[in-house]
């Protein structure tokens, strides 16, 4: 069976809330990332989000947010291969940001 992929809407506004013991993680990337699937495993095992185009009075940015994760050390995991080795940390009550690159 084959997954549908939801279609990737511009948005105005990202919030991120994470719960107790956990963080978020914004990974910024570019233009051509737009749709594109990032997944990250860790403690939690494996979750995944998709770039999105997020346009606000600061301008044009394309992010994929990860809003609440538990604190730990993460893999990010791409299926082209392009993003194996590189890890992240995410502490409890903070914000992570890096670039998807």
């Known amino acids: 069976m084959e997954h549908e992929r939801d279609t990737v809407r511009e948005l105005t506004s990202i919030m991120v809330e994470?719960?107790?013991g956990a963080?978020?993680?914004?990974?910024?990337a570019d233009a051509g990332d737009v749709g594109r699937e990032v997944e990250v495993e860790g403690v939690t095992g494996r979750q995944h989000a998709i770039v999105r185009t997020v346009e606000s009075g600061l301008g044009t940015s394309h992010l994929a947010v990860?809003?609440?994760l538990a604190e730990g050390s993460y893999d990010l995991v791409s299926s082209d291969g392009r993003l194996d080795g590189r890890t992240v940390a995410i502490r409890d009550g903070q914000v992570t940001e890096t670039p998807l690159r």
């Open 18 to 20: 994470p719960e107790p």
């Open 23 to 28: 963080g978020s993680l914004v990974l910024h």
């Open 66 to 68: 990860f809003p609440s």
